[in-house]
């Protein structure tokens, strides 16, 4: 089992800046790759930044040239800085996983409790 453990969430103005992180722990496990999902109350969960072991990224067309994923895997944690944040950016966000577990060879995904993000106009 992996355990995603989100950070960082708040309240901050419009145009501000906000960091999330997401550790992982857990026994024996790779992360294969890592991202984070964004949720409005009654609509779907949509993918905000997600990136690959070998370090691919991809982002959502509403956060390109906004928000930066990026991984330290010594740490096994992923961050997800956000600037110019704007009201449409709040939601709750979840780390979301897909792992390896050594001892099995199983490949699951995981996901973390969510935090919220709540940009003010």
């Known amino acids: 089992q992996v355990q995603l453990a989100e950070s960082g969430g708040g309240l901050v103005q419009s145009g501000g800046s906000l960091r999330l992180s997401c550790a992982a722990s857990?026994?024996?496990?790779?992360?294969?790759?890592i991202g984070w999902h964004r949720q409005v109350a009654g609509k779907q969960r949509e993918l905000v930044a997600h990136?690959?072991?070998?370090?691919?990224?991809n982002y959502a067309d509403s956060v390109k040239g906004r928000f930066t994923i990026s991984r330290d895997n010594a740490k096994n944690t992923v961050y997800l800085q956000m600037n110019i944040l704007k009201p449409e950016d709040t939601a709750v966000y979840y780390c979301?996983?897909?792992?390896?577990?050594?001892?099995?060879?199983?490949?699951?995904?995981?996901w973390g409790k969510g935090t919220l993000v709540t940009v003010s106009s």
């Open positions: 857990g026994r024996m496990f790779s992360i294969v790759s």
């Open positions: 990136t690959t072991s070998d370090g691919r990224t």
């Open positions: 979301n996983g897909r792992a390896v577990d050594h001892a099995t060879t199983k490949v699951a995904d995981y």
